[in-house]
């Protein structure tokens, strides 16, 4: 009887039957100038209820067996999805008043990625990045050839008018001119019941950007990084630094070759590095033991965690 038990005990050691680790999702909905007094109450709970409903869609995944690049999709979707943040429905304006969106995704299992940039017509550009990684031999696709791509992969596609929302062209009437940085990026990073880590980002970009500017979102290394052996990373912020620092890939670089914990690499970047040469932004990223971080250097951050078996916890300050 002992001898049945160890063999099936070994057979589901092998068959992933065990669950290693207890789940996490952290999201982000954009860092900036978030302060009470400028986020109304009614506003600022419009947020918080869908950041949560993003979190309890990434959770429904886990909680029946999906892996963390299933979860990663989830939450992203339901953020692009809402008119509320910079990325797809609702994303910012360039400065010639068009929408051009950027999307990026990894997984840490077999550091597989997947990117679109100045994408106009596909509804959910992180599902564009996961057909890139899936079902191409490439890692980045831009422009027409992205659009034309997801759509040849049988995504939704939407005319521009429905990503521009009468908010966002309210703001670029107003801003038309003027030099403003504005943030609204949406992110997620997930460490599943297996011990994979898998990260996303999805953006409209900095508002008023210059038409064909390309930001750290959908750059693999700079707004989006996972590696099993370390964390998953997705940014928000000022992507021309993130750029410039390789910020995702840099935080998982401490962690490896410095063995620095996560705490200690995403500050060092962030407050540190990013902050003295004047990039403004955060992060939110998840290590292999199931450690996140949410870390920003400005007043703000929209941002969210799930831990296995928990409630959704939102915030938005800088409590
Ligand atoms: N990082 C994005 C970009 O530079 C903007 C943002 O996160 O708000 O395109």
Redesign the pocket.
């Known amino acids: 009887m002992r001898h049945y038990f160890l063999v099936v005990l070994f057979l589901l050691s092998f068959s992933g039957g065990f669950s290693q680790s207890k789940y996490v999702v952290v999201i982000h909905g ?3 100038n978030i302060t009470p007094a400028n986020l109304p109450a009614k506003r600022a709970l419009l947020y918080k209820t869908k950041l949560k409903e993003a979190l309890l869609s990434a959770d429904s995944v886990l909680k029946n067996g999906g892996v963390a690049i299933d979860a990663v999709v989830a939450a992203i979707t339901v953020l692009e999805d809402s008119p509320l943040f ?1 990325a797809g429905k609702g994303a910012v304006l360039n400065a010639e008043g068009q929408v051009e969106m ?1 999307a990026s995704i990894m997984n840490g299992k077999d550091l597989n990625a997947g990117a679109v940039a100045n994408v106009h017509h596909v509804k959910n550009p992180i599902l564009a990045a996961r057909a890139v990684m899936e079902k191409s031999p490439h890692v980045f696709l831009a422009c027409r050839g992205a659009d034309e791509f997801a759509e040849s992969v049988g995504l939704e596609m939407r005319d521009s008018a429905y990503f521009v929302t009468e908010r966002r062209y309210k703001i670029f009437k107003k801003l038309k001119k003027k030099e403003i940085d ?4 949406v992110g997620c990073v997930v460490l599943d019941s297996y011990g994979n880590l898998a990260a996303g980002t999805s ?1 409209g ?2 508002m008023m ?1 210059s038409f064909g500017r ?4 959908p750059v693999i290394g700079a ?1 989006t990084y996972a590696d099993n052996n370390t964390c998953a990373v997705s ?6 630094f ?1 750029i410039r620092y390789a910020v995702a890939y840099d935080i998982s670089a401490l962690m490896k070759y410095k063995g620095l914990t996560l705490k200690n690499a995403a500050s060092f970047v962030i407050n540190g590095k990013l902050k003295k040469a004047g990039g403004e ?1 955060g992060i939110i990223a998840v290590d292999k033991n199931g450690n996140f971080s949410m870390t920003f250097n400005t007043e703000g951050m929209f941002r969210g965690v799930l831990k296995e078996g928990n409630s959704p916890e939102i915030f938005m300050y800088g409590d």
């Open positions: 954009g860092a900036g910079n950027d504005k943030h609204g990026t953006t970009g900095m950007k390309v930001g750290d979102s707004g940014c928000t912020g000022h992507g021309e993130f932004g």
